[in-house]
């Protein structure tokens, strides 16, 4: 559901790369551990227009490491997005960078600002979900083997 909603809002149908099933973590001959700029991972990720990140109702997601590589990796890309995306209250919700199609679609049929359908949707958005993403300390995140 979290994603359906996400490519709705992007306005059609994007191209969608999900590491969960394309890239094997712990193949550590797939690439070099000591550097994760020099992995098939990375690469991935320099070529996306950007990084869809979903979220359970407790915010692991932040907690783990490679989320957070994926995370640095995007905002410090001019140009990228950062998508979070979460399930609340029965519905998915969206925090965007900038506005998305619905936003500007809204403006476009209204006469009016796509901030204001972008603020409306985002207030949605669980609140201290999002929070727990600020308050993360990378040195302490999580992962699955020792090697990460």
């Known amino acids: 559901a979290c994603l359906q909603h996400a490519v709705k809002q992007r306005g059609g149908r ?52 490679w989320c957070g590589y994926e995370c640095a990796l995007t905002l410090a890309e001019p140009g990228k997005t950062l998508d979070i995306v979460t399930f609340h209250d029965g519905d998915a919700q969206m925090l965007s960078e900038g ?31 999002a929070l727990s993403g600020l308050k993360i300390t990378l040195q302490k995140a999580e992962t699955s083997i020792e090697l990460d």
Request: charged share 25%.
């Open 14 to 65: 994007p191209v969608v790369w999900m590491c969960a099933f394309a890239l094997n973590q712990h193949d550590v001959e797939a690439g070099d551990a000591s550097d994760p700029s020099r992995s098939g991972f990375h690469e991935a990720l320099r070529t996306a227009r950007g990084t869809m990140l979903l979220l359970d109702d407790q915010g692991i997601t932040f907690r783990r490491l």
């Open 99 to 129: 506005c998305v199609w619905a936003d500007e679609t809204w403006r476009l049929l209204t006469d009016n600002g796509a901030s204001g359908p972008k603020a409306a949707r985002e207030r949605r958005f669980p609140i201290d979900v």
